[in-house]
């Protein structure tokens, strides 16, 4: 028999609910689904929450615990200390249906939005030949278990119900790198269509759905960079110099003299610049970190190291920046 | 009628979003017409999302000698012979078409050498054979397929401007009863999880796809989803159930900590490469090869770790005996107490393997051993034990049509729900390719039903008021037992008294206390409203896994013999006439009746595929004479 332990679950619907307080048993190796799995069939057999595989492979338990997006059944108890009080919420970007169970239905309707695979239409079935190399980076994204949680933390959509039309969300910015990178899928616009129809140019990386996905999917640096930087060449995406030069300076080599390390004439794409830097044309209003009804910053406080939102220059920017850093293009010059 | 009804018209209705389900849907739609696709939970995530080792299917792309036939014997083998052979035929034929159809909806599998789909080695299959990603091939599996549907809904919106206009999914939706007109199916009656509303679909054909049957056992891979709900259908409007007596225990569920116990460790472990050993540190494989497969398994350690790198000169370790022998095998070596602390054995692949492949190749076994017991896989062996994993038994189905036997017509099996094809135990691997072998069968055949008839048939209102009452008792009722303590004491009483060794006194005793269980899941009462209440869920379901389980204990005590997913210790060897025997169910009342009916005989080309030494281990004297007279004809 284990010791009892302090739960704080969510209950109530869409008309409104609270946290409910419970002291529940919890024995060697349990994770948090054992343990709303253990009130459902003691104190409370009513209390709402998906799950099928109890095994990280299906993404139904999704849910936030202690503030934290997680699936259920692959947090342990042992995470937490004996005396501390643990809280269950349902996802928030999500409208709540009942308990921990909320309605989703958002991220199957930018599945449906999202182009299908283009079968390439001189090969037969049977005839398909990809180098395994050639698969691995695709095979990466595919490993998504929509569990959602991305989506659910990522702060363009996270209490921004007005931004959800526009957005995919980083589950289908994947979807769209996949099919991008697959080696024999036909449509060859996935970026183009990402950044015009999928909203790709609201995400300023920060790196939040990245931290919380269970199956440690690099969606920011995989995915959602190479995206950014591939529509560049037609469209201006301010994110993504600061991008590289805030998450992949450790992939830069040293001493290569970039000062403002990112700039697109230093990243390997010389032939497109030299040929004139179409970067400047429309100038983006730059984006102020949200903040949630209680004045706070929602999930930068929880994912973050230091205090306060991102700064959607990034974090090891100072002002001024250094001249030579700077970058200008008359917008004429690429007419 | 007080209670409202949600109505909706369809041609096919697929009860189901697994792998079967999913690719019967899709071919209805192929077909032209308009299908619905229910499923108990998300889109996406039924059961064959927790698939890993693969999807079996003779391409020959790692070893060219690999074909059907060869395909097709170890299929049969696997089964002990019982398999209907024409579901193994079209199987071992068809699963190559299915599984190359997936790269055309754009999965992506691990690719050999030259850029081919990659096959790895599996229990029971002489050759590498399963097409696989890692070890998550049923996601890829069900993704693909998911996205396939999304696909066709895109078609729909361009042509009609609305994505649902020939296929839509009614996620989180349970269907509790199927409805008939006469002879003939007429709808589907179930409510939806989320709001707890009722929603009926009109349609003159359905596909069972629905899954299997483990829930109702105590240590078990599988989900809450699996609760025999198709089985209980089919039996209901006048289906019969085959081969139940058969359930797959799979020799390596998570024995520790013990909120994961059952949870699965794939056999790709031992297929690249890991070995199971006692608490001695024996490898004890060596010492279980039954006389049946004495030719094609290792004697030695050494020959078997040759194996891994020249198969074709060496022969298999006995580790990857077929699923039936290991369990039985584990069980053993723990009942003579050198087992594991945790109860089960050691699994090893951290002594044989580097780190960087285990991690490269294993990649979601790492993780979940990582994640949920706090075990390094790369540098501790992990402790295994036996597990419900699959239900062999099912729906009695024509194999070319996938039509369900009995006296009902327009229904319609695929996948787990359905029985036949993997007779008394399953190979790994054949269950993924099954589902997109017979759903796309039975897809296609449900839409040519649908079309012959001359008339819709009619969902009664009787019928309906029915279902809505039994559907809101358990709500209504005071004062009966809680759903939870129900479905914990049966899945006592089938782990203690229908498990992996089974014996008379037991089996009897276990239709007792079936019995009894009856009386008081009649009278479960569930708290709460209807709006997304798992309670209430459990105790609908419980009246399935009931009548299921008794028709599990029925054909256990019935069969005298043990054989694949049937171990009798009153009974412990296999007998030849008992395997010209499948056992039926069918419901007369609410009583389960069981039937003997003869297995259907291979035919004359087929049964030649096999050496008559093989043979004489599986058939009577009188078929082996039959044999006999064939291969002489043929000389
Ligand atoms: C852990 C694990 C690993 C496995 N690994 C392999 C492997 O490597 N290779 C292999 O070949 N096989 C494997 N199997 C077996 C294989 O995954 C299953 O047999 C197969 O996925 C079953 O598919 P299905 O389409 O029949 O049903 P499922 O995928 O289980 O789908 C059943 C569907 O029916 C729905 N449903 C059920 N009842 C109702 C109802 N009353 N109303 C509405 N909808 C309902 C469910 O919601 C679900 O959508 C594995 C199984 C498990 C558990
Ligand atoms: S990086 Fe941040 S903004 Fe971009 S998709 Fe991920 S969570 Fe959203
Ligand atoms: S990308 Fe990761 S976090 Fe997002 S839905 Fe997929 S598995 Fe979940
Ligand atoms: S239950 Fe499947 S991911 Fe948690």
Redesign the interface.
């Known amino acids: 028999m284990g010791a009892k332990r302090h739960f704080r679950v969510w209950r109530g619907?869409e008309t409104g609910g609270d946290l409910q307080d419970y002291q529940v048993e919890v024995?060697?190796?349990?994770?948090v689904l054992?343990i709303i799995h253990r009130l459902?069939?003691t104190e409370t057999?009513?209390?709402?929450?998906?799950?099928?595989?109890?095994?990280?492979?299906?993404?139904?338990c999704s849910m936030e615990i202690n503030g934290m997006p997680r699936l259920g059944c692959?947090t342990?108890m042992?995470t937490f200390e004996e005396s501390e009080t643990v809280t269950v919420t349902p996802l928030r970007t999500f409208p709540v249906?009942?308990?921990l169970?909320t309605?989703?239905n958002f991220n199957?309707q930018k599945?449906?939005e999202t182009?299908?695979?283009a079968?390439p239409e001189d090969l037969a079935?049977?005839e398909?030949?990809?180098?395994?190399v050639d698969?691995e980076r695709?095979?990466e994204f595919?490993?998504?278990?929509?569990c959602f949680l991305c989506q659910n933390v990522c702060h363009v959509v996270r209490d921004h119900e007005e931004n959800k039309k526009a957005f995919s969300g980083p589950r289908y910015f994947i979807r769209a790198a996949e099919?991008d990178m697959?080696p024999l899928?036909a449509k060859t616009d996935r970026k183009d269509y990402a950044q015009a129809s999928m909203g790709l140019g609201y995400c300023n990386i920060t790196k939040c759905c990245t931290e919380v996905c269970p199956e440690h999917i690099t969606i920011t640096d995989n995915a959602i960079i190479p995206m950014k930087e591939r529509v560049v060449d037609r469209r201006y995406d301010p994110i993504v110099w600061l991008g590289r030069k805030i998450f992949r300076r450790d992939q830069l080599s040293e001493g290569d003299g970039l000062g403002m390390s990112g700039l697109p004439q230093a990243d390997g794409h010389g032939a497109e610049h030299k040929s004139g830097v179409n970067w400047h044309r429309e100038v983006p209003a730059p984006q102020v970190a949200p903040v949630g009804d209680d004045g706070k910053l929602p999930i930068s406080e929880i994912t973050f190291d230091r205090a306060g939102g991102p700064s959607p220059f990034g974090d090891d920017v100072t002002f001024p920046l250094p001249p030579e850093g700077l970058n200008y293009a008359h917008p004429d010059r690429d007419k | 009628m007080a209670t409202r009804i949600e109505r909706h018209h369809y041609d096919v209705v697929v009860i189901g979003a697994g792998g079967a389900g999913l690719r019967a849907a899709i071919e209805a739609r192929l077909a032209g017409k308009k299908t619905a696709i229910i499923s108990k939970s998300l889109f996406g995530k039924a059961h064959t999302v927790m698939a890993e080792g693969g999807a079996a299917a003779a391409m020959g792309n790692v070893n060219s000698r690999d074909n059907w036939m060869v395909h097709y014997r170890d299929t049969m083998r696997g089964g002990k012979f019982l398999n209907n052979f024409r579901m193994a035929e079209l199987h071992a034929k068809e699963s190559p078409s299915r599984i190359w159809e997936l790269e055309t909806y754009g999965a992506l599998f691990d690719r050999t050498k030259d850029g081919k789909i990659s096959q790895r080695n599996f229990g029971g299959h002489e050759y590498p054979r399963l097409a696989h990603v890692g070890d998550r091939t049923g996601l890829e599996l069900i993704r693909t397929l998911q996205q396939k549907i999304v696909s066709l809904q895109q078609e729909d919106k361009r042509e009609f401007g609305d994505y649902e206009a020939r296929i839509r999914v009614f996620q989180e939706t349970t269907i509790t009863e199927l409805l008939l007109d006469g002879n003939k199916v007429a709808g589907a009656f179930g409510y939806y999880r989320e709001s707890g509303e009722f929603v009926l679909f009109e349609a003159p054909a359905i596909v069972l796809a629905t899954g299997g049957v483990g829930k109702s056992y105590k240590v078990t891979s599988n989900s809450w989803e699996y609760t025999g709900d198709g089985h209980a259908l089919a039996l209901r409007s006048g289906a019969t159930l085959i081969n139940m007596e058969f359930l797959q225990f799979h020799p390596t569920g998570m024995v520790w900590p013990p909120s994961v116990k059952g949870i699965l460790v794939t056999e790709s472990v031992r297929g690249d490469g890991g070995v199971l050993k006692n608490s001695t540190g024996k490898r004890f494989m060596f010492d279980y090869v039954p006389d049946v497969f004495r030719k094609q398994y290792a004697e030695t350690e050494e020959e078997a770790d040759r194996w891994y790198t020249d198969p074709d000169n060496n022969r298999r370790p006995p580790e990857l005996l077929p699923r039936d022998e290991v369990a039985r095998a584990i069980n053993s070596e723990v009942k003579a107490g050198r087992g594991s602390p945790a109860g089960g054995v050691f699994l090893d692949v951290s002594t044989r393997m580097s780190a960087d492949v285990i991690r490269k190749r294993l990649p979601s076994m790492y993780h979940q051993f990582k994640e949920l017991a706090d075990v390094d896989i790369t540098k501790q062996a992990m402790e295994v034990g036996p597990t419900c994993h699959y239900v062999m038994g099912g729906v009695e189905v024509d194999p070319d049509t996938a039509a369900a036997a009995g006296t009902v017509q327009g229904l319609f099996a695929a996948g787990e729900v359905s029985g036949g094809m993997h007779g008394s135990n399953r190979l790994g691997g054949n269950s993924l390719s099954d589902l997109l072998v017979f759903g796309k069968r039975a897809g296609e055949h449900a839409a040519s039903y649908a079309d012959a008839l001359t008339a819709r048939p009619k969902v009664s209102t009787r019928d309906l008021e029915t279902a809505v009452e039994t559907a809101l008792a358990p709500l209504e009722r005071d004062g009966g037992e809680n759903p939870y303590t129900l479905q914990q004491e049966l899945q006592t009483v089938m782990g203690d008294l229908v498990g992996i060794i089974r014996r008379k006194g037991e089996l009897e005793d276990s239709l007792v206390r079936l019995a009894e269980l009856r009386d008081r899941v009649a009278k479960v009462s569930a708290t709460g409203g209807r709006k997304y209440n798992p309670g209430w869920h459990l105790a609908l379901d419980l009246r399935n896994m009931l009548v299921v389980s008794e028709c599990t204990a029925k054909a256990a005590l019935e069969r005298e013999e043990s054989r694949g997913g049937h171990t009798r210790e009153d009974f412990p060897t296999m007998r030849p006439d008992w395997r010209r025997v499948n056992l039926v169910c069918s419901l007369d009342g609410d009583k389960v009746r069981l039937e003997h009916k003869p297995v259907p005989r291979m035919r004359a080309e087929l049964i030649q595929l096999f050496d008559r030494a093989e043979l004489a281990k599986y058939l009577t004297d009188e078929e082996l004479a039959e044999f006999d007279a064939l291969a002489e004809e043929a000389k």
Do not use: T
């Open positions: 619907d024995n060697e190796g349990e994770v054992d459902q069939a057999p009513d209390l709402a929450c998906r799950w099928n595989c109890k095994a990280g492979k299906c993404g139904s692959m342990r042992s249906i009942r308990d169970v309605d989703v199957y599945a449906r182009p299908a695979f079968p079935p049977g398909y030949r990809m180098q395994q698969v695709s095979q595919r490993k998504c278990i929509e099919l697959h899928d």
